[in-house]
């Protein structure tokens, strides 16, 4: 069986049940409500496979979103075209400022030549009007991983940039993997998984993009 989590592209940008998948699940905390102020989640798929979720699900007593919850995403849900035509700009835009900037070793982001799987996300994160949408969630490495610290700092101090593990939220977030989600495995591990100490994630937000560039690049200028 074929299962995608569709959370990071959003259904705006890819829709994996027409590229194979199976079944499809999103964290709808994220994208599609947009604000971070619910907790849901969603399958998407044929009816007999949902069907059978559903009897496990109901029997776990899980499958039950709160209803102001629900309240909260059908409102995001309104937005979420519009929001994420600002979060592919603005993170496409970052992420070759990123790539770039003379402090920064490495950028990850589907949207970039240099991306292994460059010419893969062309071919399958189309949006409605049939262009690439490569979203708003990229990852950078510092060339001096102790420099760390002190840019989070003054990203955070300096700027509306917030740490945060969330994404998809409307505003910026940013967060340190090695110490933050990936904090408690083993170093080993953390190298396989190639979470390195000046590993970055952002959730690039919807402000206006000059805001967001200028916030990273007085934070990286001055800190890093």
Same mark, same amino acid.
């Given at each position: 069986?074929?299962?995608?989590?569709?959370?990071? !592209?959003?259904?705006?940008?890819?829709?994996? @049940?027409?590229?194979?998948?199976?079944?499809? /699940?999103?964290?709808?905390?994220?994208?599609?409500?947009?604000?971070?102020?619910? $907790?849901?989640?969603?399958?998407?798929?044929?009816?007999?496979?949902?069907?059978?979720?559903?009897?496990? !699900?109901? @029997?776990?007593?899980?499958?039950?979103?709160?209803?102001?919850?629900?309240?909260? /995403?059908? &409102?995001?849900?309104?937005?979420?075209?519009? &929001?994420?035509?600002?979060?592919?700009?603005?993170?496409?835009? #970052?992420?070759? *400022?990123?790539?770039?900037?003379?402090?920064?070793?490495?950028?990850?982001?589907?949207?970039?030549?240099?991306?292994?799987?460059?010419?893969? !996300?062309?071919?399958?994160?189309?949006?409605?009007? +049939?262009?690439?949408? *490569?979203? +708003?969630?990229?990852?950078?490495? #510092?060339?001096?991983?102790?420099? #760390?610290?002190?840019?989070?700092?003054?990203?955070?101090?300096?700027?509306? $940039?917030?740490?945060?593990?969330?994404?998809?939220? !409307?505003?910026?977030?940013?967060?340190?993997?090695?110490?933050?989600?990936?904090?408690? /495995?083993?170093?080993?591990?953390?190298?396989?998984?190639?979470?390195?100490?000046? @590993?970055?994630?952002?959730?690039?937000?919807?402000?206006?993009?000059?805001?967001?560039?200028?916030?990273? &690049?007085?934070?990286?200028?001055?800190?890093?």
């Amino acid at each position: 069986m074929f299962i995608a989590d569709n959370t990071f !592209a959003t259904p705006h940008n890819q829709k994996p @049940l027409n590229l194979g998948a199976d079944l499809v /699940i999103h964290s709808l905390t994220k994208y599609i409500d947009g604000h971070g102020d619910a $907790v849901a989640g969603a399958v998407m798929g044929s009816e007999n496979l949902i069907r059978k979720i559903e009897k496990e !699900a109901v @029997l776990s007593g899980e499958c039950i979103i709160a209803p102001f919850n629900c309240f909260l /995403i059908e &409102r995001g849900i309104k937005t979420l075209p519009m &929001r994420m035509r600002t979060h592919n700009y603005n993170g496409f835009c #970052l992420a070759n *400022f990123l790539e770039r900037h003379p402090k920064v070793s490495k950028v990850f982001y589907p949207g970039l030549p240099s991306h292994p799987q460059y010419k893969l !996300a062309c071919k399958q994160m189309l949006t409605p009007l +049939g262009f690439p949408g *490569f979203g +708003g969630m990229l990852s950078f490495e #510092l060339k001096d991983e102790q420099k #760390l610290e002190g840019f989070i700092d003054y990203l955070i101090s300096h700027s509306f $940039v917030e740490l945060a593990v969330s994404l998809g939220c !409307a505003g910026t977030l940013v967060q340190i993997p090695y110490l933050m989600t990936h904090g408690k /495995i083993s170093e080993e591990e953390k190298l396989k998984k190639g979470i390195t100490k000046g @590993l970055i994630r952002v959730s690039v937000g919807i402000e206006h993009y000059k805001d967001i560039e200028n916030a990273f &690049r007085e934070a990286l200028d001055k800190a890093a």
